[in-house]
């Protein structure tokens, strides 16, 4: 299927970006990112390769590519905190606890996709609220703001349209591409130097 190659294609593209453009943030932040967009690809890929794979492992899998992305972001909170207001740094790390927590309910189906969905609308909501503290001004802004609006259209198109998933022309997957090329060409535009 053309999209979920599409998909692929734009997540490897904009691991790419992070690797080599956004040289001015964090490298821990640059690691946790793209270790959590290629997790991501590999899910997406055991699913479509293999459809009978069991559901256990694609979630855990989408669990596992969450929390890497949650604790980078969690990673630009503390970053742009001011030092008397920021956490110890190891708490950035509390989202990696949802892996094993997935395990504890991964059993119960409605209860996972459930969670799942809660973790990557945590995500999104997070993403937004760093979107004032991120970008000040600029072009890059507009790519992040893009960006937004497309994972915003991306994630109501997977969780909420009935059959998206299985449809013919899943365009969710052409907004989450496009929406992580054009946030990983706005990061380029950031610095976590203090």
Partial sequence: ??????????????AFL????????????RIFLTAGLLTLVTGSLMAETNPDRSQFLIGWNQTVGISFIL?????FIWHFKPTYT????PFVYLPLLLIPIYGLISDMSV????LNQIFQGGAYLIAVL???????????????LGALLLFLLGYFGYWHYPGAAESGWPVWRFFTGTGTILLAISFSGISTDS
Avoid: C
Wanted: hydrophobic share 50%.
């Fill in 71 to 75: 604790s980078a972001l969690s990673m």
């Fill in 1 to 14: 299927m053309w999209s979920q190659t599409f998909l692929i294609l734009a997540v490897l593209a904009a």
């Fill in 18 to 29: 992070l690797v080599t453009r956004s040289r001015r943030i964090d490298l821990l932040i």
């Fill in 86 to 89: 920021r956490h110890p740094y």
């Fill in 130 to 144: 760093l979107y004032f503290t991120l970008h000040k001004s600029g072009v890059y802004k507009n790519y992040y």
């Fill in 111 to 114: 209860l996972s996709e459930l």
